[in-house]
């Protein structure tokens, strides 16, 4: 489900980045994409869900434009999506 939102959130816009977060069967599941645009400014989705999930006790990554990650902690999703913000303002080229 989350990749099918990234996927059409992507598509509604070339500059959007955006991570989403859940939590399934007591794990967190995350997702995120980036739109060309953005991803031509320098955002890479993969690198933003490594750092988020490691937050959370997990792993993943994947290419700049999406990518899918887990973790076991489900309580430091807040602070998981905080690290993503972080990183990817450092990402943006302005």
């Keep these: ?12 816009d070339e500059t959007v980045v955006a991570v989403l977060g ?18 031509k400014m320098g955002a890479h989705a993969g690198n933003l869900l490594k750092a988020a999930a490691k937050v959370c006790g997990g792993g993943g990554g994947g290419r700049p434009n999406m990518a899918q990650a887990g973790g076991k902690l489900p309580e430091k999703i807040p602070e998981a999506l905080a690290c993503a913000k972080t990183v990817m303002e450092k990402q943006i080229i302005k």
């Design 1 to 12: 489900g989350l990749r099918t939102i990234c996927d059409t959130l992507r598509d509604m």
């Design 22 to 39: 859940t939590i399934a069967d007591g794990k967190v599941v995350f997702a995120a994409c980036a739109g060309k645009a953005a991803v």
